[in-house]
C-alpha cells in the first residue's frame, strides 16, 4: 500500500469493476432496481468526506482500508465491530 499524501484511491475504478453489470430497473417508472440503488448509495459514499475539509479520504475508500486492516492483521469480527462502535465501553 503506497502511503504518502499524493496518493488517491481508485474508488469509481473499484466501484465500475464491481457493479459493471447492473442494470436500471425495467422501466422509466419503476426507478433503480435494489443492485443499482446499492450502487448509487455507494457512488454517494465515495463522494462524501470522511469530516469537513478531509480531501484525502472519502467515507467509503476509509471503509474499505479499514476492512483491509481487518483482514491484514485478523481482526476477529468482535474486535473489528469493537473498534468501530462504542459497544463495551462504559
Request: cysteine-free; charged content about 20%.
Given at each position: 500500500m503506497i502511503d504518502n499524501e499524493d496518493s488517491q484511491d481508485d474508488i469509481y475504478g473499484l466501484l465500475y469493476y464491481t457493479h459493471r453489470n447492473v442494470a436500471e430497473g425495467k422501466g422509466c417508472k419503476e426507478g433503480p432496481n435494489d443492485e443499482a440503488r446499492k450502487f448509487y448509495n455507494l457512488i454517494n459514499d465515495a463522494n462524501q468526506e470522511l469530516y469537513h475539509g478531509c480531501k484525502n479520504f472519502s467515507t467509503l475508500s476509509f471503509i474499505?482500508?479499514?476492512?483491509l486492516l481487518k483482514f491484514l492483521h485478523g481482526w476477529?469480527?468482535?474486535s473489528f465491530?469493537?473498534?468501530i462502535t462504542k459497544r463495551g465501553y462504559s
Open positions: 474499505i482500508r479499514l476492512y476477529s469480527n468482535s465491530t469493537d473498534t
